[in-house]
């Protein structure tokens, strides 16, 4: 066979994969099983969804709650999955688990060792059921959420933009995350926030005010600027869904346009 040389490259730099944990908790085994696949295809990204309403999946030693309580769901997890869900209660079957640091930290090295950077994603300010039935103090109403009896579906309550404590919560996890996670992205999450509670939230409304926001949009906007600012000063990046553009996209954020490509057309120029 004549010498030659051969000079090729991946068509796309970020080739990655999705998983949902919250709503089925996939364990460690699992989750190895799924990055030898993903190196078997040349895959280079694993986008692990870490925290939603259904569950909060990763341990954090500041906040034991969050897998104490959120980790943890009524049911066995053989049913048909329901966006409504009921707290784990004594004397029923629960359902869920969570990942220690010391797993994560497993699973990123074994990740690595077949060329593949894990992005983790903890849902911000909305998606957060789990995260505030365990501290509902850092909701608008200082109660877990429940869905109104007179409507068929309603998105959760997001945390309080307005509560100064609601950032400390955010520094203090992300802080950890980045800890474990060598990635230079952190996913923030940013979709489907229900803003109505905001509206009607006197700590919302007055940092709106001292802000000079004029509507929810903005106060969202707010919110991920913020927390860019606590990623950004640990030397890393967020990612958010296309949502993240509302009220105004924080300065250094990429946008992942779930909703097909108008955001993320929007979000490149």
């Known amino acids: 066979i004549p010498a030659c040389e051969i000079s090729d490259y991946p068509r796309f730099s970020w080739r990655g994969m999705h998983l949902d944990v919250s709503r089925?908790?996939?364990g460690p085994e699992m989750i190895r099983k799924y990055i030898d696949i993903m190196a078997?295809?040349?895959?280079?990204?694993?986008?692990?969804?870490?925290?939603?309403?259904?569950?909060?999946?990763?341990?954090?030693?500041?906040?034991p709650l969050l897998t104490e309580i959120g980790a943890w769901r009524e049911?066995?997890?053989?049913?048909?999955?329901?966006?409504?869900?009921?707290?784990?209660?004594?004397?029923?079957?629960?359902?869920?688990?969570?990942?220690?640091?010391?797993?994560?930290?497993?699973?990123?090295?074994?990740?690595?060792?077949?060329?593949?950077?894990i992005v983790p994603e903890i849902e911000l300010p909305g998606h957060s059921w789990a995260a505030l039935l365990a501290y509902p103090e850092l909701s608008c109403s200082g109660v877990p959420w429940t869905k109104p009896d007179d409507v068929s579906f309603e998105f959760s309550d997001p945390f309080c933009a307005g509560n100064e404590r609601t950032?400390?919560?955010?520094?203090?996890?992300?802080?950890?995350?980045?800890?474990?996670?060598?990635?230079?992205?952190?996913?923030?999450?940013?979709?489907?926030?229900?803003?109505?509670?905001?509206?009607?939230?006197?700590?919302?409304?007055?940092?709106?005010?001292?802000e000079g926001l004029d509507n929810v949009e903005e106060l969202q906007s707010y919110f991920i600027k913020r927390?860019?600012?606590?990623v950004l000063s640990k030397g890393?990046?967020?990612?958010?869904?296309?949502?993240?553009?509302?009220?105004?996209?924080?300065?250094?954020?990429?946008?992942?346009?779930w909703q097909g490509e108008k955001g993320g057309i929007e979000a490149a120029k």
């Not at 999955?81 to 994560?104: C, D, L, Q, R």
């Not at 869904?241 to 992942?256: C, K, S, Y």
Request: charged share 30%; with cysteine.
């Open 40 to 63: 078997m295809y040349k895959l280079n990204v694993f986008h692990w969804h870490l925290t939603d309403d259904q569950g909060w999946r990763i341990e954090i030693d500041k906040y």
């Open 227 to 230: 927390i860019e600012k606590v």
């Open 75 to 117: 049911g066995t997890g053989t049913e048909p999955w329901n966006y409504f869900i009921n707290p784990a209660t004594e004397g029923k079957s629960k359902y869920g688990g969570y990942y220690t640091k010391e797993e994560i930290r497993e699973i990123i090295e074994y990740a690595a060792d077949r060329y593949i950077t």
């Open 167 to 210: 950032f400390e919560f955010f520094k203090n996890v992300l802080e950890e995350v980045i800890e474990l996670f060598p990635s230079e992205y952190v996913h923030i999450g940013g979709d489907e926030c229900k803003k109505s509670p905001w509206e009607d939230c006197d700590k919302c409304q007055q940092r709106m005010e001292s």
């Open 24 to 26: 089925h908790f996939f």
């Open 236 to 257: 890393r990046r967020i990612i958010g869904w296309n949502e993240i553009l509302e009220g105004g996209l924080a300065p250094e954020a990429t946008v992942m346009s």
